[in-house]
């Protein structure tokens, strides 16, 4: 049987960072990827490799970005978003579940990791285009979310599979794992399928790092709800929650939100896996600057509750819980400027008109009636007094209505109008299994599985209800810096 210290199961960031810091260990490391070459990396390969990161003022950039120009430098506010902030944010959005000692490695640990990877060769770039507006000639970043890998998701990937090249690591594609080989003693290897052939490889440690369970319809529907399988999903479609399975069955406990996920406003059209092709471009993220309106026509959640990063994890759900599971997101011209580069892409599902009758009319499935009422009785309620400002929460809200909008509202009166059909689209799931300090893998007495790690999305305990934006592949990073390094260090020791 060939042997390792330390497999990695999955291809993503999470595995790529457990893979590199067992290998720093001293480790021989194979990585186990399910996927075929093309579509390998999961769902890290979708994203736009946002990262968030504690770090307290530019300096600290700086380090991680050394590129950054005299003139960035000039005509940007990068302000500071330190550990308190990040740790705060985690608590808030997460209705103060959040495991603290996850949380407290994560806020901690985040600038460190970034710098560690940047040592490794993975370069960083500020967010200009989605996380800063220019107001009076300066760029603002706003949200706690300023820094994204070069290249996005894309980039971040291939350059770790340069890294992981340049390492000795070996990759297997198309090599999905069934099972662990296990006994009372702990892990010992485990069981894969490679290109349709089962084999057994064995090894000192195993990391697991398949994601969660959210391109699994049966798993979304017996844990997230009725009505999940009816979700798109935004990426991979090969998280099926494999590594969570092979965990419980040897007896790891169950942990964290499992009837949660993180889910958005995604093109109503779009297919039911992602598509490399167009990355995360089916999202449509700008509806804090217009209304979200469903068949009814009718409002269904405060769409500048706070800045998108905090609300729009958590408005897929309210999407498919709405008749038809669609919404159409509303826009006039004096926000069009605003929206995100995504809203320009050509598979998108859009309608425009002169008039807000006009566009009624072609606001597909939605009572017409309904929705002319509710963009009158909406309009009428707008505090204009109030300055617009986007980089803000600018406290321009209605007054009112049933249900309020918080901020950045703005009367739709202004043709051109534009609206955008969106649907439920599941990114990953929240539950998964309990890791420790080291990120071994706990079973359901309170143990340590020997042998047994793991990191990213399948770690359970981070995220309740909602999730703020880029702390995904930062958790990844993270826990799969921690559990790597721990199993090289075990394997050898
Ligand atoms: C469209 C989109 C945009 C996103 N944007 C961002 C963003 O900008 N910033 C951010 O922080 N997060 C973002 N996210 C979330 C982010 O992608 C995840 O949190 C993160 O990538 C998870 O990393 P991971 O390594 O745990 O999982 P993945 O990257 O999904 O990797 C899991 C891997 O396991 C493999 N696998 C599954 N089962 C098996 C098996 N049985 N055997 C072997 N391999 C297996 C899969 O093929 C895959 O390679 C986004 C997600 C999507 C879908």
């Given at each position: 049987m060939p042997s390792y210290d330390v497999i990695v199961l999955g291809g993503g960031n999470a595995a790529f960072c457990a893979a590199l810091a067992a290998r720093e260990a001293g480790a021989s490391v194979l990585v186990v990827e399910a996927a075929p070459q093309d579509e390998s990396a999961g769902n890290s390969r979708f994203t736009a490799g946002a990262m968030r990161v504690a770090y307290n003022g530019v300096e600290d950039l700086k380090r991680l970005?050394?590129?950054?120009t005299e003139e960035e430098l000039a005509n940007t506010d990068f302000g500071a978003y330190g550990d308190e902030q990040f740790y705060d944010d985690l608590c808030r959005v997460t209705q103060y579940r959040t495991d603290p000692k996850l949380a407290e490695a994560l806020v901690t640990r985040s600038l460190d990791t970034m710098l560690w990877m940047h040592a490794k060769g993975i370069r960083f770039a500020p967010i200009y285009g989605r996380q800063a507006f220019k107001v009076e000639g300066r760029f603002k970043f706003w949200g706690g979310l300023t820094v994204e890998a070069w290249g996005g998701g894309p980039g971040l990937v291939d350059a770790h599979y340069a890294i992981a090249e340049r390492n000795g690591i070996d990759v297997r594609y198309q090599s999905r794992a069934l099972g662990l080989i296990s006994d009372d003693g702990g892990v010992h290897g485990v069981v894969v399928r490679i290109k349709g052939k089962t084999e057994k490889i064995a090894a000192r440690c195993v990391v697991l790092a398949t994601g969660g369970f959210e391109a699994n319809a049966e798993w979304r529907t017996r844990?997230?709800?009725?009505?999940?399988?009816l979700a798109k999903v935004r990426g991979t479609r090969f998280n099926t929650g494999d590594g969570i399975r092979m965990a419980l069955e040897i007896g790891a406990m169950p942990y964290g939100n499992w009837s949660g996920c993180h889910a958005v406003g995604w093109d109503r059209n779009a297919p039911e896996f992602g598509d490399l092709s167009v990355g995360?471009?089916?999202?449509?993220?700008?509806?804090p600057f217009g209304i979200l309106v469903n068949g009814r026509g009718r409002r269904f959640v405060d769409?500048?509750?706070?800045f998108r990063n905090y609300t729009y994890a958590k408005y897929g759900r309210a999407i498919l819980e709405q008749p038809g599971q669609f919404a159409w997101q509303v826009f006039d011209r004096k926000v069009l400027h605003l929206l995100r580069d995504e809203y320009r892409i050509k598979r998108v599902t859009k309608v425009s008109a002169e008039t807000i009758e006009a566009l009624a009319a072609k606001l597909e499935d939605v009572d017409a009636a309904g929705f002319l009422e509710e963009v009158r009785t909406y309009n009428s309620a707008v505090q204009t007094q109030t300055p617009f400002n986007p980089n803000v929460k600018d406290g321009r809200c209605t007054r009112g209505l049933a249900l309020e909008k918080s901020n950045w509202a703005n009367p739709?009166?202004?043709?051109?109008f534009e609206a955008y059909a969106v649907t439920c689209g599941v990114t990953f799931t929240f539950g998964g299994l309990r890791i420790d300090d080291s990120g071994s893998v706990i079973d359901t007495d309170g143990e340590r599985i020997r042998g047994l790690y793991a990191a990213g999305?399948?770690?359970?305990?981070?995220?309740?209800f909602n999730y703020p934006g880029g702390t995904g592949l930062m958790s990844g990073a993270v826990f799969g810096r921690i559990a790597g390094g721990a199993a090289g260090a075990a394997s050898r020791g």
């Open positions: 970005m050394p590129d950054l844990y997230l709800g009725p009505g999940w399988d995360d471009g089916f999202q449509k993220h700008s509806y769409e500048g509750a706070d739709i009166d202004t043709p051109p999305e399948l770690v359970g305990g981070l995220f309740y």
